[in-house]
């Protein structure tokens, strides 16, 4: 069974820090998604990363897939309060329906 | 451009009562499409997936069902709910291993 462990489970931070997200696996994946969702809403996708060393980065965000496709990580500087939100990875498991497989998430709270 | 529809956005059922949540993709054709659930705060749990008409496949036991009368339909229904059965649903849509778009989920609270 693959399986994605999501580090910290919750983070409360001040606005301006900068901070990691950390997605692990002890399993290939073929890509790696991230998602943020906000309460009483469904996830949004993020980024999608797919080749092993691949750096993305959407603004103040940068993902990044490990050279093994087994994990990825999450960084966002100078976070504000609008980061606030729970961000979970997802992977494509075996086979060819799409499913994809989702860390636990991590809670992010940004302070003002 | 597609858009998922997911209704209701909240319900309140007495235990034993029957449910049925509705899903519906507009703008595309033959989606896979998939139920989860979710626990306040946490990851999303699969229970069934589908890539057709008529096709399920369920990855957990439980008491629930799913069927797939259309092509852009996908439906999630119990005869007799339980407690435990409380949790945020959320339905979405994908074509092979892309991204996933999400519904706006329903919050389904079993009295």
């Known amino acids: 069974t693959q399986l994605l462990e999501q580090s910290p489970q919750f983070l409360s931070i001040q606005e301006g820090e900068n901070l990691t997200v950390y997605c692990n696996s002890s399993s290939v994946f073929s890509s790696l998604q991230w998602y943020r969702q906000e309460p009483g809403e469904g996830p949004v996708l993020l980024v999608t990363?797919?080749?092993?060393?691949e750096v993305k980065k959407l603004k103040r965000l940068t993902f990044q897939f490990g050279d093994a496709r087994k994990d990825s990580s999450l960084h966002i500087t100078a976070a504000q309060p609008g980061d606030t939100g729970l961000y979970l990875c997802?992977?494509?498991?075996?086979?060819?329906?799409?499913?994809?497989?989702f860390g636990q998430g991590t809670t992010l709270q940004v302070k003002p | 451009s597609q858009t998922i529809h997911q209704w209701p956005a909240t319900l309140v059922q007495p235990v034993g009562s029957p449910l049925s949540l509705e899903c519906t993709v507009e703008?595309?054709?033959?989606?896979?499409l998939y139920w989860y659930r979710q626990a306040a705060g946490r990851g999303l749990q699969l229970l069934f997936y589908s890539v057709g008409i008529g096709q399920i496949s369920s990855e957990v036991p439980q008491n629930l069902s799913a069927s797939r009368p259309q092509d852009r339909q996908f439906i999630l229904s119990s005869k007799k709910l339980l407690l435990s059965d409380s949790s945020f649903y959320l339905c979405a849509w994908s074509y092979g291993n892309y991204g996933y778009t999400f519904g706006s989920g329903t919050r389904l609270t079993v009295v």
């Open positions: 997802a992977g494509h498991g075996s086979g060819n329906t799409g499913k994809l497989i």
């Open positions: 990363v797919v080749t092993g060393g």
């Open positions: 703008g595309t054709s033959n989606p896979n």
